[in-house]
């Protein structure tokens, strides 16, 4: 079974840590994205790859960067957690021409006291 | 923003109705998309329609197009309590940006 999995489901951080969301997909696709969803905002795209090493800003990229040194790996990292961080973050992936649409993980809730 | 609108945002039905959903966008798009998302959990892709195809099928999905309004609505057909999720429409407007996606629809199965 094809699948997208996150490192977390659940996560606790402090305020000032960096923290490190965790990606990986067993499909060989080349597209790998970063969204989080909060309640009444939808999903909102921080991030997102094409290729290995390539990455683009999404709509809400302050304080988040990221890294694909593997194409099937693409981490978010959280420089100085804040609270206004707190929400689920959404992994997905697709091949180049998005047939088939996106294949999501099952989500990182991430808390940040 | 270019993010699509699901209507309504919420939906109550009893258990062997249909569930009709909405969404609005705004500019021409390549292809619409329909998810899924069981609570706490990630999306899964229900059906892909492209800019020029009006109505497609899947089991008891069916989801059509207005490409003149910029709008499509997805329907379940005889619902079950296991349908009880939130559906997203998602929105390809060109072949190298990424989906944007809706606020979504929170549908409840009553049984």
């Known amino acids: 079974d094809v699948k997208v999995t996150q490192s977390s489901r659940y996560l606790v951080k402090r305020t000032g840590e960096k923290v490190f969301l965790e990606c990986v997909q067993d499909?060989?696709?080349?597209?790998m994205f970063w969204y989080r969803q909060d309640p009444g905002l939808g999903l909102r795209l921080i991030y997102f790859?094409?290729?290995?090493?390539?990455?683009e800003k999404g709509d809400i990229p302050e304080g988040y960067s990221v890294s694909r040194e593997k194409k099937e790996r693409f981490s978010l990292i959280l420089e100085s957690a804040s609270t206004n961080q707190t929400s689920m973050y959404l992994c997905?992936?697709?091949?180049?021409?998005?047939?088939?649409?996106?294949?999501f993980g099952s989500g990182t809730r991430l808390t940040v006291v | 923003s270019q993010q699509g609108e699901e209507d309504p945002q919420a939906l109550s039905i009893q258990e062997g109705e249909n569930a009709t959903m909405n969404c609005s966008y705004k500019?021409?798009?390549?292809?619409l998309q329909w998810y899924r998302q069981n609570s706490g959990r990630g999306l899964v892709h229900l059906i892909l329609?492209?800019?020029?195809?009006r109505e497609k099928h899947s089991g008891r999905l069916r989801v059509t197009l207005d490409t003149s309004k910029k709008s499509s609505s997805l329907l379940i057909t005889a619902s079950r309590a296991a349908d009880t999720a939130s559906y997203f429409c998602?929105?390809?407007?060109?072949?190298?940006?990424?989906?944007?996606f809706g606020k979504g629809t929170r549908l409840s199965v009553i049984a």
């Open positions: 790859s094409y290729d290995v090493k390539m990455k």
């Open positions: 998602a929105t390809d407007y060109s072949g190298n940006t990424p989906l944007v």
């Open positions: 997905a992936s697709s091949l180049r021409d998005r047939r088939g649409g996106y294949t």
């Open positions: 499909m060989d696709h080349e597209n």
């Open positions: 329609i492209r800019s020029n195809e």
């Open positions: 500019t021409s798009i390549n292809n």
